[in-house]
């Protein structure tokens, strides 16, 4: 699964994307510090079931900080858009051929209003127009890349256009779905331009769905804009956030100044020896950011994203159904993302396609239960599959 990192110039994205993955992305208050994407993994986070196994887990694939299981997911964040790239303004749409392979979108808005549409020092710019131009632009895009190849899809069906949209990860049932809602033929294809930008709404929405960071909310005016986005986008997933919070806290983490684990509302002081200046920057951010808003937003986000907008659910496979463990004696080795409804084959497949090509059973360890392939794993099931390849 891979998360996109969006939204024009200026507003915080890289710093947003160095707070989550720890990558050293370029951080600046100008426009355009990214050009060429950035890959990073940042981690969901999910409870670990050690704690109610009452057992010591050993994890491999992933972290565990006291019963919380921290799973890696991958971000990109590229480069900043400005109103009208469709037209070539900023740098134009070729970077969104990078959001390709994305699942879902975090979209961080400069909530406080304190940058214009191109990223650029302002007072009391709308932070709404940031949500409507993504979503155009995003459109258009899409658009785009419908019309580059409309002399092969002119007069033929939807799995035509289907075909073409698989970079996007729309299937054909998605594609129809789109072509529905946006009140289109699906056979002998000829649209106009206007039904072409209708139907590539349709497709962003399935393809990406997004949702909103609103950064800076620290800042004065982001609470009132933060609100006020709230009332006018009922219908989306609005989420306060202080992305350079974030960062200094995962900072001091590492260098062993604070405990402090991604997603928790207060950290731990492990250092008397903090400079002054900066145990100052740390109390602001426990009072005025943790407290209020039950954390930097930073980690919700993350993982709004998975369980909301992608729908995923942990498992953990496991060797040894009674020590929870692997051959080598690790338990609970590794935690693994699926999409909700996914069944005990699919788990197979994602450890090893032989186990899946030669899949006999698998056993849900806390039940000791003997469970068919078609079985939905549920969250946090712990599972061993049982399988006749070497």
């Known amino acids: 699964m891979l998360i996109g990192v969006v939204g024009k ?124 131009s993504l979503e155009e632009e995003m459109s258009h895009w899409i658009a785009s890349i419908i019309k580059r190849s409309w002399s092969k899809i002119k007069g033929k069906k939807m799995d035509s256009i289907a075909g073409l949209l698989s970079g996007l990860k729309m299937t054909q049932d998605d594609a129809e779905t789109a072509a529905a809602k946006s009140y289109l033929p699906t056979e ?80 731990k002081l492990l250092s008397q020896n903090i400079p002054e200046k900066q145990l100052s920057a740390l109390n602001f951010i426990r009072e005025r950011i943790l407290k209020r808003y039950n954390g930097t937003g930073v980690q919700e986000l993350i993982n709004r994203a998975a369980f909301d907008l992608l729908d995923l659910i942990v498992a953990y496979p496991v060797e040894d159904e009674g020590k929870f463990s692997d051959h080598f004696g690790n338990v609970l080795p590794d935690a693994v993302l699926l999409k909700k409804g996914s069944t005990a084959l699919d788990l197979a497949a994602r450890i090893h396609t032989d186990l899946a090509n030669n899949f006999i059973c698998a056993i849900n360890a806390r039940s000791r239960m003997k469970i068919g392939k078609e079985y939905v794993l549920k969250n946090c099931d712990v599972i061993r599959v049982i399988s006749s390849a070497r």
């Open 9 to 132: 110039t200026n507003t915080g994205k890289s710093t947003f994307f160095s707070a989550a993955t720890l990558v050293d992305a370029k951080i600046a208050p100008f426009p355009f510090t990214t050009i060429e994407p950035n890959l990073g993994k940042a981690y969901v986070r999910s409870p670990c079931p050690c704690k109610e196994l009452k057992v010591k887990c050993a994890p491999k694939n992933s972290l565990c900080e006291d019963g919380t299981r921290l799973i890696p997911i991958d971000l990109i964040d590229v480069a900043g858009l400005v109103p009208d790239a469709h037209l070539g303004k900023g740098l134009g749409l070729k970077f969104l051929d990078d959001l390709r392979a994305a699942d879902a979108l975090i979209q961080v808005i400069d909530v406080s209003g304190t940058t214009d549409s191109e990223g650029n020092p302002t007072d009391f710019y709308d932070p709404a127009n940031e949500v409507v």
């Open 188 to 267: 002998d294809i000829n649209w106009s331009d206007g039904d072409i930008l209708a139907f590539s709404k349709e497709v962003r929405r399935i393809s990406k769905p997004i949702l909103i960071a609103a950064n800076k909310i620290d800042l004065p005016a982001g609470e009132k804009n933060y609100q006020n986005l709230k009332e006018r986008f009922k219908d989306r997933i609005i989420i306060p956030a202080c992305a350079e919070a974030e960062l200094a806290l995962r900072k001091a983490d590492k260098h062993g100044l604070i405990h402090y684990v991604p997603g928790d509302a207060d950290f």
